[in-house]
């Protein structure tokens, strides 16, 4: 990127704003409030800015050894979920260079310093019809202060790495590393309503409807799935209301709906009206009611291959709300280990040589059945659950800004959790193996030997035959599996 570009632009900057710059989201913000739509004050860090930080600080390197240890198709999950979590503790350490810290204190210098501000990502080609990655980059309200905003920028720097972005980007093709973020500050407007609303509806485009959802508070709450919002559906044409659907939430005014007729008539004809801007039917965020409306994004409605889509509205469910996770700990805790360590042990009573060919064809499609039924539950519960674990490790690692990204652990010492127990077993194993120099030959030795085609009873049989002091080492592996 060409060196003379800004490291900041106010968002009522006039001309045309390069998106390979600003990222999507600032550019079309930035000509809604350039065509008198009602947007936020703010300015915009652009890529370069980012790219000045990147450097400066050695992150660069770090990004390259955390995604270059395998190919990404190679890389489960967790591996995933480690690298973000590292590459965003490595964002949190450095501090923003003198340059980036004047430039931003000189953009917010004729802004209110008792006004909260909203810190949101703009990368390059987030928002598209054909890719959406809404919910998948850092937002952050609220923000007061010199440092929370520098903190607060970083942060959303570092989304660009979270697990579910890599995860996302992945899907589609996309190369992390050429990946650039721009960021967003803008003066928070406090609304007891926001939301999001589609000029046509995303899943027939062909038809002459509108859908408007709304939440009580700042959108993030809805854009984040911490609330269900309330749901209408309208004729695009006569702007009457089709359908009405109330969010199931924890209030007593579930049976009122949160918006008034005169607030979807306005909510609709702004969405018209930016429809007619941009040449392309919206997916647009905003907050505030009939006589205050506020745009805080608009974007092309997205349109991705079905299976592209599910996948990202999993992607999404790795940031699960409170109550989601309440929902989760209850069913994980209460209902699914304990049926997993009933059928567990079911099995492993079953002897398996003494059935004939008959009640060994119907003990394997048991087994393939209760595998696929699992495998599911995993994706579907497990991973979702353990994301409370990662929600402990940011709060923590954000708060703390730990050198070890992994100090968080400690909060969980006293805790009598399996991994505890097993990471704990599979360490006494391995002193023991530090403490035998016969021991350790003879299962190397045996190791290549049996490369490729390694069965457990025949490779204990043969360590026993072969090590002094195995049958200790064989009892506690025994245990461990």
């Not at 209110?112 to 019809?129: F, H, K, Q, Y």
């Not at 499609?365 to 579907?380: C, F, G, M, N, V």
Request: contains cysteine.
């Amino acid at each position: 990127m060409d060196s003379g570009h800004p490291l900041l632009i106010p968002l009522e900057a006039p001309g045309q704003w390069d998106e390979q710059m600003v990222g999507g989201k600032a550019a079309k913000l930035a000509r809604l409030a350039r065509a008198g739509f009602e947007v936020p004050r703010g300015l915009c860090l652009t890529t370069r800015a980012y790219q000045v930080f990147v450097k400066n600080a050695g992150i660069t390197a770090t990004l390259r050894m955390e995604l270059g240890r395998k190919s990404m198709d190679d890389m489960r999950w967790e591996e995933i979920w480690d690298a973000a979590l590292r590459i965003r503790a490595t964002f949190l350490a450095q501090p923003l260079d003198e340059v980036l810290r004047e430039t931003i204190a000189q953009g917010l210098s004729g802004f209110d310093a008792a006004t909260p501000l909203a810190v949101r990502s703009s990368a390059i080609g987030e928002d598209s019809a054909g890719r959406s990655f809404a919910g998948l980059h850092e937002s952050i309200i609220g923000v007061r202060g010199k440092q929370a905003l520098e903190d607060a920028v970083r942060l959303v720097w570092a989304s660009l790495w979270s697990d579910a972005a890599l995860l996302y980007r992945k899907e589609l093709g996309l190369d992390p590393l050429n990946s650039c973020m721009a960021v967003l500050v803008q003066e928070m407007v406090d609304a007891d309503r926001s939301g999001v609303a589609f000029a046509r509806d995303p899943r027939d485009v062909r038809k002459e409807r509108a859908l408007i959802e709304s939440v009580p508070g700042p959108c993030s709450l809805l854009v984040d799935g911490l609330v269900d919002p309330d749901r209408w559906e309208l004729d695009r044409i006569t702007h009457g209301i089709i359908t009405w659907l109330p969010g199931q939430r924890d209030d007593a005014q579930q049976d009122a709906p949160l918006l008034e007729a005169r607030d979807l008539e306005q909510i609709l004809e702004t969405l018209l009206s930016v429809e007619q801007l941009f040449g392309w039917s919206p997916d647009m965020e905003w907050t505030g009611r009939y006589d205050s409306l506020t745009v805080l994004q608009a974007r092309p409605i997205t349109t991705p291959v079905p299976e592209k889509d599910a996948k990202r509205a999993w992607f999404l469910s790795l940031r699960p709300g409170d109550a989601r996770l309440r929902v989760l700990r209850k069913r994980v805790a209460e209902q699914l280990i304990p049926e997993l360590e009933s059928i567990g042990q079911v099995f492993a009573v079953e002897q398996l040589d003494l059935l004939g060919d008959r009640q060994l064809a119907d003990a394997i499609e048991q087994r393939s059945a209760a595998l696929a039924k699992w495998k599911k539950i995993y994706w579907d519960d497990f991973i979702p659950f353990a994301h409370g674990v990662r929600r402990l490790a940011t709060c923590y690692n954000d708060a703390v800004q730990a050198e070890d990204p992994y100090e968080f652990v400690g909060l969980l010492s006293n805790q009598p959790l399996v991994a505890t127990q097993r990471n704990e077993a599979i360490g006494q194993l391995a002193g023991k193996l530090a403490a035998n120099d016969k021991l350790r030959s003879a299962l190397e030795r045996l190791l290549a030997e049996f490369a490729g085609s390694i069965e457990w009873p025949a490779f204990r049989d043969a360590l026993m035959n072969n090590a002094d002091a195995a049958e200790d080492f064989v009892r506690g592996f025994d245990d461990l599996t």
